[in-house]
């Protein structure tokens, strides 16, 4: 763990530097797959940058409801600047709902603004994983196993470290496909999705600070099902929409919204 680094008087939060670099290098990459793809980058940067602040207020939102625990009896905290109380799924949820809405109304392409953020998307959940890691949030559960680690006084998953991977993995994977052009505009987005749903859910099991409902189940886990579920039928769609005859590959995100 290095939560702080301080320099001479001043005293820096790890985790929250990380994020930072993590959502330039991501955007970093979205904008040169965007205009790879003949793209505009700079309407890409702006829908970024209107989606990550929603994103960021909706991670913490989420977090809140899903941990209310945390903020008993100092409900101020709620607007601490500290990254680690934040729920990446929601985060997710509400940013790319966000953008969404943004996009519609400048009449941006649907599939392809997608799968111009996935790559930023992808280098800033990878990021979020080293940022659990440096704060020592998001800490697995106790084991006996010969790779646990010594954290909080237990020996204990690795599960930031099983979260890094995790993230890369599920970005290695969808560009692979998408370096083999298989399958129409979207699918770079939607395969990213999935994978990361599924890491969500793969990853609930090895966690040792999981909100536990009734019965066992973890909020977080049956988020990614919900998740997961939508992006399996929207691939389903998408797939019968290019295989229609008279379907625009490009039509936009206003034209498949009812007024």
Do not use: C
């Not at 699918?187 to 999935?194: S, T």
């Amino acid at each position: 763990m290095l939560p702080i680094i301080q320099i001479g008087p001043v005293v820096l939060q790890t985790p929250f530097l990380i994020l930072i670099m993590g959502v330039w290098l991501g955007l970093t990459a979205s904008e040169r797959y965007a205009r790879r793809q003949a793209y505009d980058a700079n309407r890409l940067s702006d829908l970024v940058l209107i989606g990550l602040v929603a994103g960021l207020l909706g991670a913490r939102l989420s977090y809140v409801a899903l941990q209310p625990a945390a903020f008993d009896g100092n409900l101020l905290s709620i607007l601490s600047p500290t990254p680690t109380m934040l729920d990446p799924l929601g985060g997710m949820v509400v940013g790319i709902l966000t953008a969404v809405i943004y996009a519609q109304r400048k009449k941006l392409p649907l599939w392809q603004t997608l799968d111009a953020l996935t790559p930023g998307l992808a280098v800033f959940f990878i990021a979020l994983g080293i940022a659990h890691l440096a704060s020592g949030e998001a800490f697995g559960a106790k084991t006996n196993l010969p790779w646990g680690i010594n954290l909080w006084g237990e020996t204990r998953h690795p599960a930031q470290i099983y979260e890094i991977l995790g993230a890369t993995a599920s970005l290695v994977v969808v560009y692979r496909l998408h370096a083999a052009k298989h399958g129409p505009a979207g699918v770079f987005f939607l395969g990213w999705a999935a994978l990361t749903a599924f890491t969500r859910i793969f990853l609930e099991a090895f966690r040792g600070d999981s909100l536990m409902w009734p019965g066992g189940l973890r909020p977080a886990q049956v988020g990614a099902w919900l998740v997961l579920a939508i992006v399996l039928i929207l691939l389903g769609k998408r797939w019968q929409e290019v295989q229609t005859p008279g379907t625009p590959e490009t039509a936009s995100i206003d034209s498949r919204v009812e007024p």
